[in-house]
């Protein structure tokens, strides 16, 4: 295990009193500091930014990467999809790191923090394949994906390109991982199965590859990812098992509850996963809070939402939350969680961020 600086030791279930990590970002017990002051990150996902069709597939629309950052406020925070996909051209396959830097590059003209997601469980914006059971277990060394590179490959060669930028808040090494299989039925979330021992696996995952995160830069925070309710591997106490692990600083929880206080089914839900968290001695953020509008709802009703879910989670004891998500051309005829340029949601990360 590689160490880092704490100003306390670590105890064997990975809690600590305060991990420096040397770095812009360090955690205490029940929160994030940044450049050594107390931070409430708020802000946006912003899933597309590494979108450039004259390069990469692409994931939904292009950005203007000044106009969308110079936008934010002082110490907001984005959470972005550094997938490997972002980083192959479309026509020779070869790799081309141009979108994505100049994802850093914009966000350090505007003095803005981001949080890499180094890829996602469902596949989306990649290959299409689910990460099964057997992905964590051992398929994150050996199975090729974007570029021809095993996620483990990847990891080591994203983190070690950008780790030296001073934007970077922290690395979430999975997007929403759980510990399911897929069935006959298919990939689809209602098909999956859980058999037993799923915590294992997603524990021994995060040790193993959260290590060797930490052995290319141990400057920064580990995100869980966690989506935080009932999913395989992570239902109940064994949400706690996964996040005790030493090489996760940073809990998750993925709200997109239908009312204010709608957090998922009872011990699996945002107030268990609280309590587990200031056990385990570590903060949590929400890292996804999702409402829908356009067809379905003003987006100034949906802005109202958002301002009480906020103020609600940061009271009950959480350590930020993100909105899902931006999107450069939203669609207001549609029901969706789309947030433009120029939606009111804007004005409460404004607002909230501290």
């Given at each position: 295990?590689?160490?880092?600086?704490?100003?306390?030791?670590?105890?064997?279930?990975?809690?600590?009193?305060?991990?420096?990590?040397?770095?812009?970002?360090?955690?205490?017990?029940?929160?994030?500091?940044?450049?050594?002051?107390?931070?409430?990150?708020?802000?946006?996902?912003?899933?597309?930014?590494?979108?450039?069709?004259?390069?990469?597939?692409?994931?939904?629309?292009?950005?203007?990467?000044?106009?969308?950052?110079?936008?934010?406020?002082?110490?907001?925070?984005?959470?972005?999809?550094?997938?490997?996909?972002?980083?192959?051209?479309?026509?020779?396959?070869?790799?081309?790191?141009g979108p994505l830097d100049a994802v850093f590059a914009a966000a350090a003209r505007h003095g803005q923090m981001i949080l890499p997601v180094l890829t996602g469980s469902t596949g989306a914006c990649?290959?299409?394949?689910?990460?099964?059971?057997?992905?964590?277990?051992?398929?994150?060394?050996?199975?090729?994906?974007?570029?021809?590179?095993?996620?483990?490959?990847?990891?080591?060669?994203?983190?070690?390109?950008?780790?030296?930028?001073?934007?970077?808040?922290?690395?979430?090494?999975?997007?929403?991982?759980?510990?399911?299989?897929?069935?006959?039925?298919?990939?689809?979330?209602?098909?999956?199965?859980?058999?037993?021992?799923?915590?294992?696996?997603?524990?021994?995952?995060?040790?193993?590859?959260g290590e060797q995160l930490r052995s290319i830069d141990p400057a920064r925070p580990i995100f869980a990812g966690l989506i935080g309710g009932d999913q395989c591997g992570t239902e109940g106490d064994?949400?706690?098992?996964?996040?005790?692990?030493?090489?996760?600083?940073?809990?998750?929880?993925?709200?997109?509850?239908?009312?204010?206080?709608?957090?998922?089914?009872?011990?699996?839900?945002?107030?268990?996963?609280?309590?587990?968290?200031?056990?385990?001695?570590?903060p949590i953020v929400v890292n996804e809070i999702g409402i829908n509008a356009g067809s379905c709802l003003p987006v100034a009703t949906r802005a109202d939402q958002f301002r009480d879910k906020l103020?609600?989670?940061?009271?009950?004891?959480?350590?930020?939350?993100?909105?899902?998500?931006?999107?450069?051309?939203?669609?207001?005829?549609?029901?969706?969680?789309?947030?433009?340029?120029?939606?009111?949601?804007?004005?409460?990360?404004?607002?909230?961020?501290?």
């Open positions: 295990m590689v160490a880092v600086g704490c100003s306390t030791s670590s105890s064997s279930d990975g809690s600590s009193d305060h991990n420096d990590f040397s770095g812009r970002v360090t955690t205490t017990p029940t929160g994030l500091q940044l450049d050594g002051h107390d931070w409430w990150p708020t802000g946006f996902n912003a899933y597309q930014l590494g979108t450039d069709w004259s390069v990469n597939r692409g994931c939904g629309a292009e950005v203007d990467l000044d106009k969308y950052f110079a936008a934010l406020p002082p110490r907001a925070l984005t959470r972005i999809s550094l997938f490997a996909m972002f980083a192959v051209d479309k026509t020779s396959g070869l790799v081309d790191y990649e290959d299409g394949r689910f990460k099964d059971r057997s992905w964590y277990a051992d398929g994150w060394r050996t199975k090729k994906s974007s570029g021809g590179m095993t996620f483990a490959e990847w990891m080591t060669t994203a983190v070690n390109r950008w780790k030296g930028r001073p934007t970077v808040a922290g690395w979430e090494l999975v997007g929403e991982p759980e510990a399911s299989i897929c069935s006959d039925r298919g990939c689809d979330w209602q098909a999956r199965e859980c058999p037993g021992g799923g915590a294992a696996v997603l524990r021994t995952f995060f040790d193993e590859a064994d949400y706690a098992t996964v996040g005790a692990s030493a090489q996760v600083d940073v809990l998750d929880f993925h709200d997109y509850g239908g009312g204010p206080t709608d957090y998922g089914p009872a011990g699996s839900d945002l107030p268990t996963r609280i309590e587990q968290a200031r056990r385990l001695g570590k103020s609600e989670q940061r009271a009950a004891g959480t350590a930020g939350g993100l909105l899902w998500a931006f999107v450069p051309d939203p669609r207001p005829d549609e029901c969706t969680y789309d947030i433009g340029p120029d939606d009111p949601a804007w004005k409460v990360v404004a607002e909230k961020v501290g």
